[in-house]
């Protein structure tokens, strides 16, 4: 019955890869019979039903649950060119783009000098920039928050912010902008203030104030230099949300302000020293209670 | 073929899931006998090349299909034996056999049957693959990454083994 076929011998006949003489050999062979029986008899079987539709379904009720990932970029020549050329495009920017900004934190204060040896002392919670490019073609920094010029003699030295704009020639001078107030205090010399339409002219010991949607106010200082620099902050009949805001500016505190009227007027000071005692400082006289809740909130609430 | 077929799209992964699914399942049952474990494998083996499809190109979806299969089906089974049904002859074939003909035929039925189910696994799945699913040899080879040649001498054996176990008849 056995007979030496080669390890590939039967699979060959099964797929007609037989010559003549093999396959006339092995027809005579008394395996064939039983071979050709078993051969043809295995194509009857059936594997089980395959649930087609049902285990699809479950692929994709699976994959649903799956966080779908995402095709591959693929990079060709011409998407490498495009991408090459915006990160040149970009890289150029950086370099071009002149522009200095300086940025301080709650309770920080900064000393910057100008390319003209003009000074700018950055109040807590500020950000200013210029064009270091353009200085001397023109003077012109932005800012937000609060800051004192101690501005050298030349062209106009202009001082933009969101809420108005400032223009002196030479001068010392102290502007505070927050959300919807703008002030300028004038330390020496002159300087011309605008915001909302409100034009003023100040000399020395002129403060002016633009809260929005009310008239611009103006009063005398008799500080020759904004008290913040030396660690307090000072306040004329202003709401007190500015100085609430100011409070938070220079601690890393929040408050909760919903009993109290942010409207009041609050005269004074509070120092940049001492939490307790610049609370105390404020919030004593405007009867207004102070509790910690947890160590960094604060609620206020009306005595 | 398109270039782009990104096995991603839903339409295609939809193809690709019609085109090889069944075959997918037939082999994995060929190997364990078991239906519901060879459905999980497909099942599997989908859900992993959807998670991937942004590495598998359209092109090799089928063998890493299998493989995926196969290396789940290595990680946990538990051998059944291999159950097949027969074609269901029906109206064809009209009962001109005698009664003992037919007795006789549905033993051998049954003896191969038995004889598949004993075969090892890397023979029977070769064997059935072509047998039941006509599959070609390179095919074949293809699916489970072994060559042609591996491919026929798996078939020999699985013949000349299923004819040792038959005897004569």
Same mark, same amino acid.
């Given at each position: 019955?056995?007979?030496?076929?080669?390890?590939?011998?039967?699979? !060959? =006949?099964?797929?007609?890869?037989?010559?003549?003489?093999?396959?006339?050999? *092995?027809?005579?062979?008394?395996?064939?019979?039983?071979?050709?029986?078993? %051969?043809?008899?295995?194509?009857?079987?059936?594997?089980?039903? *395959?649930?087609?539709? %049902?285990?699809?379904?479950?692929?994709?009720?699976?994959?649903?649950?799956?966080?779908?990932? !995402?095709?591959?970029? !693929?990079?060709? &020549?011409?998407?490498?060119?495009?991408? %090459?050329?915006?990160?040149?495009?970009? &890289?150029? *920017?950086? *370099?071009?783009?002149?522009?200095?900004?300086?940025?301080t934190?709650i309770g920080?204060q900064?000393?910057?000098?100008?390319?003209?040896?003009? @000074?700018?002392i950055l109040n807590s919670k500020t950000?200013?920039?210029?064009?270091?490019?353009? =200085?001397?073609?023109?003077?012109?920094?932005?800012l937000k928050g609060e800051a004192y010029f101690?501005?050298?003699?030349?062209?106009?030295?202009?001082v933009?912010t969101n809420e108005g704009i400032v @223009?002196?020639? &030479?001068?010392k001078f102290n502007v505070k902008t927050t959300k919807n107030l703008f002030e300028v205090v004038c330390f020496? &010399?002159?300087v011309?203030a605008e915001s909302n339409n409100y034009k003023d002219?100040l000399?020395k010991g002129n403060a002016f104030r633009v809260i929005k949607d009310s008239l611009p106010e103006k009063w005398n200082v008799l500080q020759v230099e904004p008290s913040w620099k030396k660690g307090e902050s000072t306040f004329k009949s202003i709401p007190i949300k500015y100085v609430i805001k100011a409070l938070e500016n220079q601690y890393?505190i929040s408050f909760k302000t919903s009993k109290i009227d942010l409207e009041k007027k609050f005269t004074g000071s509070f120092t940049h020293k001492n939490l307790?005692i610049a609370l105390q400082t404020v919030f004593v006289p405007m009867k207004i209670g102070v509790?910690? !809740?947890?160590?960094?909130?604060v609620?206020l609430e009306k005595q | 073929?398109?270039? /782009?077929?990104?096995?991603?799209?839903?339409?295609?992964?939809?193809?690709?899931?019609?085109?090889?699914?069944?075959?997918?399942? $037939?082999?994995?049952?060929?190997?364990?006998?078991?239906?519901?474990?060879?459905?999980?494998?497909?099942?599997?083996?989908?859900?992993?090349?959807?998670? $991937?499809?942004?590495?598998?190109?359209?092109?090799?979806?089928?063998?890493?299909?299998?493989?995926?299969? /196969? /290396?789940?089906?290595?990680?946990?089974?538990?051998?059944?034996?291999?159950?097949?049904?027969?074609?269901?002859?029906?109206?064809?074939?009209?009962?001109?056999?005698?009664?003992?003909?037919?007795?006789?035929?549905?033993?051998?039925?049954?003896?191969?049957?038995?004889?598949?189910?004993?075969?090892?696994?890397?023979?029977?799945?070769?064997?059935?693959?072509?047998?039941?699913?006509?599959?070609?040899?390179?095919?074949?080879?293809?699916?489970?990454?072994?060559?042609?040649?591996?491919?026929?001498?798996?078939?020999?054996?699985?013949?000349?083994?299923?004819?040792?176990?038959?005897?004569?008849?």
């Amino acid at each position: 019955m056995e007979k030496n076929y080669d390890d590939t011998f039967l699979a !060959r =006949w099964l797929s007609n890869g037989l010559d003549s003489s093999e396959l006339h050999e *092995f027809l005579n062979s008394p395996d064939f019979e039983v071979y050709k029986k078993i %051969a043809s008899s295995s194509t009857k079987f059936l594997a089980p039903e *395959f649930n087609n539709e %049902a285990v699809f379904n479950r692929i994709q009720d699976k994959i649903k649950l799956e966080k779908k990932a !995402r095709p591959i970029f !693929r990079f060709t &020549g011409w998407k490498y060119a495009v991408a %090459a050329s915006v990160m040149l495009i970009i &890289g150029l *920017f950086y *370099f071009i783009n002149f522009s200095e900004k300086y940025v301080t934190g709650i309770g920080e204060q900064l000393t910057i000098t100008l390319p003209d040896n003009s @000074q700018v002392i950055l109040n807590s919670k500020t950000i200013v920039s210029y064009n270091k490019e353009e =200085w001397n073609k023109k003077r012109v920094i932005k800012l937000k928050g609060e800051a004192y010029f101690k501005v050298q003699k030349g062209s106009t030295f202009k001082v933009e912010t969101n809420e108005g704009i400032v @223009q002196v020639l &030479g001068t010392k001078f102290n502007v505070k902008t927050t959300k919807n107030l703008f002030e300028v205090v004038c330390f020496e &010399g002159k300087v011309s203030a605008e915001s909302n339409n409100y034009k003023d002219v100040l000399i020395k010991g002129n403060a002016f104030r633009v809260i929005k949607d009310s008239l611009p106010e103006k009063w005398n200082v008799l500080q020759v230099e904004p008290s913040w620099k030396k660690g307090e902050s000072t306040f004329k009949s202003i709401p007190i949300k500015y100085v609430i805001k100011a409070l938070e500016n220079q601690y890393k505190i929040s408050f909760k302000t919903s009993k109290i009227d942010l409207e009041k007027k609050f005269t004074g000071s509070f120092t940049h020293k001492n939490l307790k005692i610049a609370l105390q400082t404020v919030f004593v006289p405007m009867k207004i209670g102070v509790t910690f !809740r947890g160590k960094k909130t604060v609620v206020l609430e009306k005595q | 073929m398109e270039e /782009n077929q990104s096995v991603c799209k839903p339409k295609v992964f939809e193809d690709v899931y019609n085109t090889h699914a069944k075959t997918l399942h $037939n082999f994995m049952y060929y190997k364990c006998g078991d239906q519901d474990l060879a459905e999980d494998f497909v099942q599997e083996a989908y859900v992993k090349l959807w998670k $991937n499809c942004a590495k598998v190109l359209f092109e090799k979806a089928k063998s890493y299909l299998f493989t995926v299969a /196969n /290396n789940l089906f290595l990680n946990d089974y538990e051998h059944k034996k291999v159950v097949l049904r027969h074609q269901q002859e029906g109206a064809i074939h009209h009962t001109n056999e005698s009664p003992e003909f037919l007795l006789e035929e549905k033993e051998f039925m049954i003896k191969l049957q038995t004889a598949i189910a004993d075969l090892p696994e890397k023979q029977r799945e070769v064997f059935l693959l072509n047998r039941i699913d006509k599959k070609k040899y390179r095919e074949i080879g293809e699916l489970l990454g072994i060559s042609v040649k591996a491919v026929e001498k798996r078939m020999s054996l699985a013949l000349k083994t299923l004819r040792e176990q038959i005897g004569d008849i």
